[in-house]
């Protein structure tokens, strides 16, 4: 069970997807890894979180392989549909599911990283189309 006193006094990183994502989910949490790794913050300094918005599919065990395939520390976390539309609700994250071939679906989500400064106030994004130099200077920033 996570509880958010962990990230108490750390600021941190939040992204929210789902596990059967076939681009821009794993892009993005390899991104967010490399990148804390070079801007040479320790993963307990400023954790990253990865929020499910598929909690039909994706329950702890798959949430927590799938924190485990970026090379550095992901908090995955999953919960009931009630609880993700709460969450999602609270940071003012879109999805929707999209239905597929043999009655598979795929969802549209907001691809944006939220981030939190050491206060737990909202101080930034870093969005897919932003190069790494300017995602970089926001890292550093929050971390300073």
């Known amino acids: 069970m996570f509880s958010s006193s962990r990230l108490n006094g750390k600021p941190y990183a939040i992204f929210f997807g789902f596990t059967h994502c076939p681009d821009v989910c794993p892009t993005t949490l390899a991104r967010m890894a490399r990148l804390r790794q070079q801007a040479g913050i320790a993963p307990a300094a400023m954790p990253l979180l990865f929020v499910t918005v598929d909690p039909e599919r994706d329950g702890p065990a798959e949430v927590g392989k799938y924190?485990?395939?970026?090379?550095?520390?992901?908090i995955g976390l999953t919960g009931s549909?009630?609880?993700?539309?709460?969450?999602?609700?609270?940071?003012?994250?879109?999805?929707?599911?999209?239905?597929?071939?043999?009655?598979?679906?795929?969802?549209?989500?907001?691809?944006?990283?939220?981030?939190?400064?050491?206060?737990?106030?909202?101080?930034?994004?870093?969005?897919?189309?932003?190069?790494?130099?300017?995602?970089?200077?926001?890292?550093?920033?929050?971390?300073a």
Not at 67 to 74: N, R
Not at 98 to 107: H, L, P, Q, T
Request: aromatic share 8%.
């Open 67 to 74: 924190a485990d395939l970026f090379g550095a520390p992901v």
């Open 81 to 143: 549909p009630a609880q993700i539309d709460g969450v999602k609700k609270q940071f003012g994250i879109f999805s929707a599911k999209v239905a597929g071939e043999n009655g598979d679906y795929s969802v549209d989500h907001t691809a944006t990283v939220l981030l939190f400064g050491a206060d737990g106030k909202f101080v930034g994004t870093i969005a897919p189309e932003e190069g790494d130099s300017v995602a970089l200077a926001k890292l550093r920033r929050l971390v």
